[in-house]
Nanobody, 122 residues
C-alpha cells in the first residue's frame, strides 16, 4: 500500500520560486531516505536532492544554494523549495523513497516513485 502523491509544479518565470510537495503513505521517514529527481526531454533522469533518516541532505551541484529539500516526519510529507529558477530547471520532477539511512542521488537506490510533476521555467 505504498503510495507517493505529488503536488505543486507549474509554469514560472526565471528567477521566481516554486515549492513541490510529496505525501507518502506506507513508508516511514524514520526508515527511508527520500529524494527528488528530474528528467527533461532527451535527458537522463538526474538526482536533484535527497534527505536521509536523520535529516542530512545532499544536492546536485547545479541546484546548491537555490533548492532546499525538507520533510515533516509526522505528516510523512516531503518538500522541495526551488528558488531562483532557471530555464535549465525545466523538467518532470519525481519524488522517491529508498530503504536507506543516508541520502543518495542514485535513482537505482529508490524503489518507490511518485507520479511526477511538471516544472516549466520560461
Amino acid at each position: 500500500h505504498v503510495q507517493l502523491v505529488q503536488s505543486g509544479g507549474g509554469l514560472v518565470q526565471p528567477g521566481r520560486s516554486l515549492r513541490l510537495s510529496c505525501v507518502a503513505s506506507g513508508v516511514t521517514f524514520d526508515n527511508y531516505a527520500m529524494g527528488w529527481f528530474r528528467q527533461a526531454p532527451g535527458k537522463e533522469r538526474e538526482g536533484v536532492a535527497a534527505i536521509d533518516t536523520t535529516g542530512m541532505t545532499t544536492y546536485t551541484y547545479s541546484v546548491k544554494d537555490r533548492f532546499t529539500i525538507s520533510k515533516d516526519n509526522v505528516k510523512n510529507k516531503l518538500y522541495l523549495q526551488m528558488n531562483s529558477l532557471k530555464p535549465e530547471d525545466t523538467a518532470m520532477y519525481y519524488c522517491a523513497a529508498a530503504p536507506s539511512h543516508w541520502p543518495s542521488l542514485s535513482c537505482g537506490t529508490y524503489i518507490y516513485w511518485g507520479q511526477g510533476t511538471q516544472v516549466t521555467v520560461s
